[in-house]
């Protein structure tokens, strides 16, 4: 389910920035006479990424005279995958180029196509449980592109105060909550389901309890030896769709929302919940600076206070093509990525809205709330990915999936079982034994 893996940059698409000049295709020319270097730097034209790109380019060029990084953009979605896959096919591609962690990264076929990067101090200052994302059968190719962006629960914590609740360690307790902000007048869930990603974080934000429940789901998932209907953790988020839903706690005209105006309304108290990535806070915070501390983050809660945890979303990284004629100098470049002094450079540029993956790097004592909400949830190691970065099994109709479900039209285990049709398809197509 593609859509499901660009949500962060769909959130971070508003940020402006001053616009990149696009160049030509293929990578640069070997070095001149004079040891210079030319990059060439292929990146989606999402203004979150031209923003981070930029933030990268212009701090490693200052400290590195003799090299020059040339950005070029491409369209995100599925245009902008053909055309990675095109480019890399017919060794036309940049020398250096920002594409997906995870599951899409497999069907780039990176040990054809990458410079395999397994042991070399380029790594050096890469956060270990951040390589098996661009890893593929053991070899490590890309260092990451960004922060770590928690998908859960955003939350308006001048609500809680007021109403003296508490963060809600279970879905239980999470329910009790809701129920307490609609008898104060309040809306409890924020829906926006005019943007239909939006709709999915219910469900693919529940993958830490899901693992936590069943911890072999994501390799058995991949096998086709289970389901999600018919696995009770895994069902679940379907079921919390519809109860949020079946109980009234959705705010008037959820099908019409927008993911703009649902940031907007949680950040100026108008509802107290928002089923959400963390990134979809940077973008407001211009207009709307109070979302920077009113608004928190909690993962969705699950059935054991215990086992509290949260599910992330890993960034997108930066991989060096095999066609490239300037290797040294690309792996300069990502090595420069991978430093406290490249996130200090993003940070100045773009809020983060998590941790960022590289040994050394902090975040700033003015993060946004939920960015340290969300540290504090890796500092006790208690986060797991989502299911898309340890499984390529995906299907693109999740999204019109939960909203149905969302909207009370399908019952969640109907619509569970729907979900599992749809990736079917997907995984034959990727030729996964089992299907």
């Known amino acids: 389910m593609k859509t499901s893996h660009r949500m962060a940059g769909a959130a971070l698409a508003v940020l402006t920035m001053t616009a990149l000049t696009s160049c030509g295709s293929g990578g640069g020319a070997g070095p001149a006479a004079d040891g210079s270097v030319t990059l060439k730097f ?88 951040f390589l098996p994302v661009v890893s593929q059968e053991g070899k490590a190719y890309g260092v990451p592109a960004g922060t770590l962006t928690g998908g859960g629960i955003l939350y308006n914590r001048k609500i809680y105060e007021r109403l003296k609740l508490e963060v809600p360690r279970t879905w239980a307790d999470f329910m009790a909550n809701n129920e307490k902000i609609k008898a104060a007048g309040i809306t409890p869930v924020i829906g926006t389901f005019k943007d239909t990603w939006t709709s999915q974080l219910f469900v693919l934000g529940d993958f ?30 379907f079921e ?63 059935t ?58 902090e975040l700033p004592d003015d993060a946004i709330q939920a960015a340290k909400d969300l540290q504090t949830y890796v500092d006790q190691g208690a986060t797991a990915p989502a299911l898309e970065f340890v499984s390529p099994v995906k299907g693109p109709s999740l999204e019109q999936i939960t909203v149905a479900v969302g909207s009370g039209l399908t019952p969640p285990a109907e619509g569970a079982a729907q979900y599992d049709k749809d990736v079917e398809k997907q995984a034959k197509q990727l030729g996964l034994a089992g299907w």
């Open 208 to 237: 830490f309890n899901v693992q936590a429940a069943v911890p072999g789901f994501a390799g058995d998932y991949t096998a086709n030896k289970v389901k999600f209907a018919g696995t009770p953790a895994a069902r679940a988020g």
């Open 304 to 361: 054991d206070a215990a086992r509290n945890g949260a599910t992330v979303w890993e960034p997108a990284a930066i991989y060096i093509a095999r066609t490239s004629e300037n290797v040294e100098a690309a792996k300069k470049f990502l090595a420069f990525v991978a430093s406290p002094p490249a996130a200090e450079a993003v940070t100045a540029a773009v809020p983060p809205t998590g941790p960022y993956r590289i040994t050394g790097a």
């Open 240 to 302: 919390h769709l519809a109860e949020v839903h079946a109980k009234g706690y959705l705010n008037e005209g959820f099908g019409s929302a927008t993911n703009d105006q649902g940031v907007k309304m949680l950040a100026e108290g108008k509802g107290a919940h928002y089923a959400m990535l963390s990134s979809a806070l940077p973008p407001v915070i211009a207009t709307l600076p109070q979302a920077a501390t009113d608004v928190g983050f909690f993962g969705i809660p699950g």
């Open 42 to 129: 292929l990146v989606d034209n999402s203004l979150g990424t031209t923003a981070t790109a930029k933030a990268l380019t212009d701090a490693f060029m200052r400290a590195n005279p003799k090299i020059k990084i040339e950005t070029e953009t491409r369209p995100g979605g599925s245009e902008g995958d053909n055309i990675v896959k095109t480019r890399l096919s017919t060794g036309d591609m940049s020398d250096v180029f920002w594409y997906n962690s995870g599951s899409l990264l497999q069907a780039l076929n990176p040990a054809q196509t990458m410079v395999d990067l397994t042991g070399d101090p380029v790594l050096a200052g890469v956060r270990k449980d």
